[in-house]
Structures are given as C-alpha cells and as structure tokens.
C-alpha cells in the first residue's frame, strides 16, 4: 500500500505539471496570435540605390537644362512632365539661387530624363529588410553620370508609377545631382523611402541647398536658346551661348538686325 499511494503522488504530480506546461504553451501562443503584424521597415520599392554621405557641390552651374526624352506609356504627356516639374520646383522652393529650365534642345543639356527597362538601370532590385525578414525590393530610379555627356534620371519602368512617385524619384535624384546628401529621415525630400509621398524640402535640407548655393550666378540672368520674344520697341537682353556657331534669328512682322 505504501509504493502504490508513493507511486500514485508521482503520477499525479507529474501529470499536474505536464498540464501546467500545456497551458503555459496555450497561454503564449494566444499571446503570439493576438500581437499585430510588425509594420514592414521599408516599403517593396526604394527610390534609389544611389546616395551620397556628404555635402557636396560639383558644378560652378545653377542653372541646370533637363529634358525628358523617353515618356511613360501609362501616363499623359502633360501628366507626367508637370510630375516631373514639381519634382524640380521643391528645390527651386527651397532655393531661390537655383533653377531648372525644361530644354527642348537634347546636344545641350545638363540632364536627360528617361523611361526605361530594367536592363538599363544600374541596379534594379536590393536586398531590403521587409518586416522581419529581407526581401528583394524594386529600385525606383538611378543618377547616371558619363564623363562628357549629360547626367541622367533613369526611371525603371516596370515601376507602377503615379504623379506623386514620380515626383519624389525626380526630386531626389537631382537633388543628388546638386549635391545635397541622403537623409535617413521618414519623410524627407532625400529619404530613399516613401517614395509615393508628398515632397517637400525639410528644413535642414534647404538649409543644404542653400549652403551649396549661397548666391545667385550669371547663369540666372541670361536665357537660353531657343528663345521667344515678343517685340514692341528696343529689347535689351543677354542669351547665353554655350558654343561658337551661327545664331539664326526669325521673326513675324517686320525686322532690322543690326550687329
């Protein structure tokens, strides 16, 4: 009687603490289940795998001629070059020392902005943390520099683009190409993430831009060819030639060129 009622204690205690264990398991796999989904820390597509660390001015210019050589079949002409223009204006908003003229001449720009397939970009997928776990991401766009020609905004374009993105990757990467460094912070103009966010310059980034450009240069008082002008009397204006050559000049109505 002694070993059964010994025996009969173990197996009820050990029985006790097996339970105990089962719903200790229960209890933190409910735990588990109840806890949200982690938000992912970077979205499925980073607007560049291009950055820069530091402050830093390349060019005398701030007058910088774009053009926009390949479009978006998804979207309008006049839809995606206003995107394109905003992009450009948050730094002229930032920065009343700098401008960017949209430029019909292609032999004369200082950036070409381009559609194109993934094989042409640099890089078109990084290894991203996606939540937990890192996952490929699509790269957005990408800075191209060429000795003697002219830099170019590559926009992937498998990308599903909207105005907005658009205007952010367009944003970015000349803001890249003026000299201004990424920024880590959500949000801002130089971050490489939300890239379908509302852009606008953060404060220490037109504090950047303006450091960089402190003063307005000579490019901003001349204009550029080809020009329009609308004459009712004497015209008194400086055009900035980048290269010997003829300078043609027509009008409608009645003109007399002197020297």
Known sequence: ??????????????????????????????AQGCQPVP?????????????????????????????????????????????IREGFDCWQRA???????????????????????????????????????????????????????????LLNNVINWTPKAITKAVAYHAGLYAGVPTSNVAGALMSLTDWEMPVSAMADETAAINQLYPGGCA????????LTLDVGGPVNTTIRLDQQGTLSVSALGQIRVGI
Do not use: W
């Open 39 to 83: 938000e992912p820390t970077a979205p499925f597509a980073y607007v560049s795998a291009d950055r820069s660390t530091t402050a830093r001015r390349t060019t005398d210019a701030c007058a910088f001629r774009y053009f926009l050589s390949d479009t978006y079949p998804k979207l309008d002409d006049k839809t995606q070059k206003a995107a």
């Open 219 to 226: 490019d901003l008082k001349a204009k550029f060819l080809p």
């Open 1 to 30: 009687m002694f070993n059964l009622k010994v025996h009969t204690t173990i197996l009820c205690a050990s029985f006790l603490l097996f339970a105990f264990f089962l719903l200790g398991l229960l209890i933190v796999s409910l």
């Open 95 to 153: 920065c009343k020392n700098i401008t960017f003229l949209d430029f019909s001449a292609t032999d004369r720009v200082d950036l070409q902005i381009r559609f194109v397939s993934p094989a042409e970009m640099p890089v078109d997928v990084v290894d991203a943390p996606i939540g937990l776990l890192r996952q490929p991401a699509n790269v957005t766009a990408a800075l191209r520099r060429d000795a003697g020609k002219p830099a170019q905004i």
